[in-house]
Nanobody, 126 residues
């Protein structure tokens, strides 16, 4: 069964840090780009960051640039999102996603995604 599983969310104070993990099972993550998305209550889902299959190309939303870092360990079949200097507005459910086709191979940030994790809650509050 092809699956993405996020972990690492939780409650953190403003200014704190969390590291999210996105682990793949049932397929090899090496070949595909991975995106991180988030959705806050009452808001649309937004793209946060994405990384190419090789890890050499990354993109960040302006709202997280300089605070978040995406990385991947293909040996562990896992992609990470290191989140520093967290703000209350970062509170959301965070999802990782990929597209298991040539789009995921060709693009660092594919135009569409077809495989999603279940999400992990991040709450930034004092």
């Amino acid at each position: 069964q092809l699956q993405l599983v996020e972990s690492g969310g939780g409650l953190v104070q403003p200014g704190g840090s969390l590291r999210l993990s996105c682990a793949a099972s049932g397929f090899t993550l090496d070949y595909y780009a991975i995106g991180w998305f988030r959705q806050a209550p009452g808001k649309e889902r937004e793209g946060v960051s994405c990384i190419s299959s090789s890890g050499t190309t990354t993109y960040y939303a302006d709202s997280v640039k300089g605070r978040f870092t995406i990385s991947r360990d293909n040996a562990k079949n896992t992609v990470y999102l290191q989140m520093n200097s967290l703000k209350p507005e970062d509170t959301a459910v965070y999802y990782c996603a990929t597209v298991l086709s040539v789009l995921g191979v060709k693009f660092a940030c594919p135009p569409k995604y077809d495989s999603w994790g279940q999400g992990t809650q991040v709450t930034v509050s004092s």
